[in-house]
């Protein structure tokens, strides 16, 4: 099988160098200096127990989050739930169904919330609170398109609403997702040349920045605090500065060195760009058992954020289950398990549905 480089995937790979060119030199790093960072954590079982080293391996989906080139590569109709417990109480989910369109490609719809519940309202005065509660909320909402243009190339697109809720003050924007996945004969261990590389790149939350506006941020104000006159009920409105959203860029190779008949072995790694923090690194490995009675069987492991300073994020392992039923619907269940140092553990479970 030869790979020819095709007018469309070179421009695909030149509009990413270009986007991604802004992301070079940033000194110093602007840690903690962006919005919606929830658009960072990783949801998807899979591809958290793979250390987040997925987007040149995922086929399904969950590419609505990881690279939406990865739904040209579904094999059937697809509907998925994932529900993450985070830290401090915090709740994330992440559902997603998507649809082959014949002739057309693949469509798919998409949310991710996080849940930070209830906090005591405190002020200067009175640091052991008011007696108010309020809450906070994070939702992102998506469409996505993904393409198989040929067997060994596939692009995807996503566009996707942001918005946040901090007790009376929103905040929303809107981006766009861009990914792309090569197939290769290279590092094939198969006569046929199949199972070779596999290359993927995905541009994540490129679009403008948020800023919060709301009810708390009004004021009343004295112009002149030491003369008479109606001067004390003046409104006024503290302005809040704009925040960009985490904008990723990912570049992963994955090689399939086992592939014989009811086994087979994944490896890939992702090299991720920020605009927040440094480079850096994540791996990942999945081991397929298949046996006609059981289903198929996932092993998964990885690290995520390998070579960052600084960085909680650490190991991480998972297994999943997939059963077929009649007319090719599936079944899969998948666990992950993220070790975040200091700050503990935390896991994560999806159900996915084939239709």
Request: charged fraction near 15%; glycine fraction near 12%; include cysteine.
């Amino acid at each position: 099988m030869k790979v020819l480089l095709r007018p469309l995937p070179v421009i695909l790979l030149c509009l990413f160098w270009a986007a991604g060119s802004p992301l070079r030199s940033q000194n110093p790093i602007r840690v903690g200096t962006t919005a919606a960072e929830f658009l960072s954590l990783g949801f998807g079982s899979a591809g958290c127990a793979m250390g987040d080293a997925y987007v040149s391996v995922v086929h399904d989906v969950t590419g609505v989050y990881w690279n939406p080139a990865g739904l040209a590569f579904m094999a059937q109709n697809e509907a998925v739930f994932g529900y993450q417990p985070w830290l401090a109480n915090i709740s994330t989910f992440f559902v997603s169904s998507g649809i082959q369109v014949p002739s057309l490609g693949v469509i798919a719809v998409g949310a991710i919330g996080v849940d930070y519940g209830e906090m005591d309202v405190t002020t200067v005065d009175r640091q052991d609170g008011t007696g108010e509660r309020f809450s906070a909320k994070d939702l992102a909402f998506s469409f996505s398109y993904g393409r198989q243009v040929v067997r060994w190339f596939g692009f995807g697109a996503t566009a996707k609403y942001v918005t946040s809720h901090i007790w009376h003050e929103t905040a929303s924007a809107f981006a766009v997702d861009l990914g792309v996945i090569i197939h290769t004969p290279f590092f094939s261990f198969s006569r046929d040349g199949g199972n070779g590389m596999k290359i993927g790149m995905s541009l994540s939350n490129y679009g403008m920045p948020m800023k919060y506006n709301g009810l708390d941020l009004l004021r009343t104000h004295d112009e002149l605090p030491r003369e008479a006159g109606n001067f004390q009920d003046v409104k006024v409105k503290m302005e809040t500065d704009s925040w960009e959203l985490p904008l990723i860029f990912r570049i992963g190779v994955s090689v399939t060195p086992v592939s014989l008949g009811n086994h087979e072995l994944i490896l890939s790694a992702d090299a991720l760009h920020v605009n927040n923090n440094n480079e850096t690194i994540n791996l990942g490995v999945q081991y397929m058992f298949s046996s006609p009675g059981l289903g198929r069987l996932f092993l998964r492991g990885g690290y995520r954020s390998l070579f960052l300073q600084h960085s909680e994020f650490g190991p991480t392992f998972g297994v999943g289950l997939s059963r077929e039923y009649l007319n090719n619907r599936a079944i899969q269940l998948d666990f992950a398990y993220r070790d975040v140092g200091l700050l503990g553990v935390v896991p994560m479970f999806s159900a996915a549905i084939g239709f």
